[in-house]
């Protein structure tokens, strides 16, 4: 279990972070609305003085980066970056902190899997899968066209137990062990699909094409209108890590756009080929999450691109993590060898692809 000796914030600073609804104070421990489940009395109970949670409702429990990490859906290694970015910067700079590695994880996932065996157990899992009605008709109305719907190989949750696609996957020579998602029944010692709100689900693709994470854009808004695919504090799962989401992108491009979210990115592509000029766009999972964006900079650097235009959100503005992250993002894009253009534009229209669009209808 992670202790305050090793990670230079605490659970309260997190749950702050996180702007959790503090319920009722208890002594030492707070009672938060769980963001885990659709609790609304306040079950998550919070212990400041051993840094851990729990809500006796749906489950969920662990220590300070579980909360984080379990929340967006990330690796631990990942929320321990995310929130030294946001928490933690200045301790970490003036104390030595311990590698997040030596903190023993109590639970029984296995490590994830690789990008390419991921990719294979995607593509094959996606293959399985149609997309409903009601979802393409969503996509139509952001300003997808049929032939870009089929293109992008969107999926709705399947509805029916797992038990027949799991059957399916293994039977195409699939490895389902490390791939978010999956876990095993400790009861009945089988394969199963893990999936934990229906909505469209969304491939992730690295810069290679390849699959690394399934986004799924939730129909019901819990805490977020994303979850990923995964299967996190299961038997025998895995944490799933996204990556950029690369979309139009060729090799020998000069000018990449970066905005948030799979589902943002590939709008916004489809719609500049509908406006006449396609343009490369890579969908980062949070405008804050500087591991990823520190990934996508190494990966086009190495690619030759030396522009970049940042179109995040319209609520820089008004929003002042966002605007912070929009800040750190032209600095780590330019110290990195890139000309930055962050793009502003008419707050009416949110994202990047809400403006495109509008610019369709006119
Ligand atoms: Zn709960």
Known sequence: MATRENIPFSI?????????????????????????????????????????????????????????????????????SELCDLIGGAAQTTTPVAPVKHIAIETEEVPIASAEVRNNTYSNLMATLSLGSLHKESLFKRGMNSQQI????????????????????LECGCSLEGVPGFYINKTTGRWELDIRGSGIMLPDRNIHGEIEAIQIRLDKTVHSKFNNLTSTGKYFGATSACCPHYVGYCHGMDTVYVTEGVMKSDIAYCLSRQLGKARAFVGLTGVANTNQYMRALTELYDEGVRRIILAFDSDAEFNPHVAQALKNAEQLGIEHGFDVYPLCWDPHFKGIDDLMLSFKEY
Request: glycine residues 6%; contains cysteine; positive net charge.
């Open 150 to 169: 089929e293109w992008a190989g969107y999926r709705t949750t399947p509805a029916v137990r797992s038990q027949k696609i799991v059957t399916t996957l």
């Open 12 to 80: 309260e600073e997190v749950a702050r972070v996180m702007g959790l609804q503090v319920k009722r104070t208890v002594r030492d421990q707070l009672y938060c609305k769980c963001p885990f489940c659709d609790d609304r009395s306040g079950h998550l109970n919070i212990n400041l003085s051993k840094d851990v949670f729990r809500c006796p409702r749906c489950g969920t429990q662990g220590g300070i980066l579980d909360l984080y990490a379990k929340f967006h859906q990330i690796t631990k290694n990942a929320a321990y």
